[in-house]
């Protein structure tokens, strides 16, 4: 392993972004592979060294992202567009941050995951596997997003929430605790898989594919479109997961 350092700082090209709080703008001293980065080439802002891996990995902060406080970001990942890492987060392994995300306090992004557009990782919350959050969604507290699942649009997913598998969370998803959501796979024509979750005014939501509505809203489409065994397998699972989720919900309701 080489000692050789990855990168410096430019000196005069900084932002000051609080009292007595600089980031400086990098530039690589070194080909990072996998990023189409050599030599000469700048980078985004960090605040010190110890943000950005400097003699191993091939970690990166692309564009005007910003990196600091005692943020680390290490491994493959990188770090781009206008996003911010920052508190004592940690993105590392082949992790994707960009656009204008956000990933602080504890947070930890690893794995294959990214998180993009205005997501907002924080907490203790982790993102891992091959997970992606993404619009305006939050994932906060002990909360983890792992696997396969996507959270996206305005979901909110939080408190000791778990989402992974194949799980969609979208639109006005409000999972705050073990329960309030359900998937099933290798379900309907096409063997995909469905998810039911709880929303912000405690009703239920459905994602099967690009369909994205509530359970009345589905079971009417699922009627049009399939034949009688299909519709019924999935009436039957939704009756699962509203019995699932209602108790659930009373549960975690009368433990605040």
């Known amino acids: 392993m080489t000692n050789k350092k990855r990168w410096e700082f430019i000196p005069g090209d900084e932002i000051t972004i609080a009292p007595g709080r600089t980031v400086k703008r990098i530039r690589a001293l070194v080909a990072i592979d996998g990023f189409g980065v050599s030599p000469g080439d700048l980078g985004g802002y960090v605040e010190s060294e110890t943000n950005l891996a400097q003699v191993s990995g091939n970690a990166w902060v692309y564009g005007d ?15 781009s567009g206008d996003a911010w890492v920052y508190g004592n987060a940690r993105v590392y392994g082949d992790a994707q941050v960009y656009g204008d995300a956000r990933v602080y306090g504890d947070a930890q992004v690893s794995g294959d995951a990214q998180v993009s557009g ?30 396969n699942a996507r959270v996206y649009g305005d979901a909110r997913v939080y408190g000791d929430a778990w989402v992974y598998g194949d799980a969609w969370v979208s639109g006005n998803a409000r999972v705050y605790g073990d329960g309030l959501i359900f998937w099933a796979s290798q379900v309907g024509s096409e063997n995909g898989t469905l998810t039911v979750y709880n929303t912000r005014d405690n009703t239920l939501q459905v994602t099967r594919g690009c369909f994205v509505g509530s359970v009345d809203e589905f079971l009417e489409a699922s009627e049009r479109k399939h034949d009688d065994d299909t519709h019924l397998e999935y009436r039957l699972l939704i009756e699962i997961a509203h019995s699932r989720i209602t108790r659930a919900r009373v549960k975690l309701e009368a433990a605040q």
Request: charged letters at 20%.
């Open 65 to 79: 992202a910003r990196v600091y406080g005692d943020a680390q970001v290490y491994g493959d990942a990188w770090v």
């Open 118 to 147: 205005d997501a907002q990782v924080s907490g203790d919350a982790r993102v891992s596997g091959d997970a992606w959050v993404s619009g305006d969604a939050r994932v906060s507290g002990d909360a983890w997003v792992y696997g």
